[in-house]
């Protein structure tokens, strides 16, 4: 399986916004459902927090993040926004792709990814 590579990760103040960019080019079938995956601490399990459907845009979130982030797709490119930071948004971001095939939502669809890139690191500083 294909991995995905993160990147746009660093430390931003407080209050401040950010964009991290996933190369998404080896994922590029209309069905496959991408996703934003964080780690905020060490041995904590990876939380999705967005994700979108390559084939109709259709977005969800989770309700942590509902109203600050957004996710988008350019093509092979894909996005997460946010603005404003808050501390409890450090964490180690990672992107998913996996094919919606049957699976009711493509926050099932996600769920399935294994095939874990390195990540990139947002660190909020006060």
């Known amino acids: 399986q294909a991995r995905p590579v993160e990147s746009g990760g660093g430390s931003v103040q407080t209050g401040g916004s950010l964009e991290l960019s996933c190369d998404v080019s080896l994922f590029e079938r209309s069905d496959y459902c991408m996703g934003w995956f964080r780690r905020q601490a060490t041995g904590e399990e990876r939380e999705e927090i967005a994700d979108i459907y390559r084939r109709d845009g259709t977005t969800s979130y989770a309700d942590a993040v509902q109203g600050r982030f957004t996710i988008a797709l350019d093509k092979n490119t894909l996005y997460l926004r946010w603005n404003p930071l808050k501390p409890e948004d450090q964490a180690l971001y990672y992107c998913?792709?996996?094919?919606?095939?049957?699976?009711?939502?493509?926050?099932?669809?996600?769920?399935?990814?294994?095939?874990w890139g390195q990540g990139t690191l947002v660190t909020v500083s006060p």
């Open positions: 998913a792709a996996a094919l919606k095939g049957l699976w009711p939502t493509c926050r099932y669809a996600v769920a399935t990814f294994r095939n």
